[in-house]
């Protein structure tokens, strides 16, 4: 099967396998949750405030992903330390991942990009929450996203898949 060019990854394709490293410092990838659901969501960076909010809102809904058979993994291009950092700071229970590798997921997805802000160019991670079905393959794309209630939203998907 070919793989689609970076950023053409869309509902039906097969969600990219590539590891990324855990805070304990081991290593996780799509297929470890192969027969299960997964919403990977994308974000920026940890301790920021859009970002600290998405993640204590997919925490607080974590026992209802759960019981909708869906797992969760966030991920940014934080080091393992500040993920560690950032969990016990705000008690989060939806699991973290880097993804610091040059090539890594978000490259392979398109969504580590050039951005501006303030007339400045920079490279930034865009806020992007994929649903993965139980058979590996993308569900639903949430690209650009708005944080008020995004979780809810997506856990609703998750419960329609």
Request: hydrophobic share 35%; aromatic share 8%.
């Amino acid at each position: 099967m070919n793989t689609p060019a970076p950023g053409n990854f869309g509902t039906g394709d097969t969600f990219p396998d590539i590891a990324l490293e855990t805070p304990e410092g081991g290593t996780v990838k799509v297929s470890d949750f192969a027969g299960r659901k997964l919403v990977v969501f994308f974000y920026p960076k940890d301790s920021t405030p859009g970002c600290t909010t998405e993640n204590i809102d997919f925490s607080a809904l974590k026992d209802q992903f759960d019981a909708a058979g869906t797992a969760l993994l966030g991920v940014s291009k934080d080091s393992a330390k500040r993920h560690q950092n950032f969990i016990a700071k705000h008690d989060l229970k939806a699991p973290l991942a880097t993804d610091a590798e040059e090539n890594g997921l978000s490259d392979a997805l398109g969504i580590w990009t050039e951005k501006q802000n303030y007339g400045r160019t920079y490279m930034g991670m865009v806020r992007t929450t994929y649903l993965i079905g139980a058979d590996g393959k993308i569900a639903r794309v949430w690209d650009k996203v708005k944080v008020k209630d995004h979780a809810q939203q997506v856990l609703e998907a998750a419960k329609a898949l």
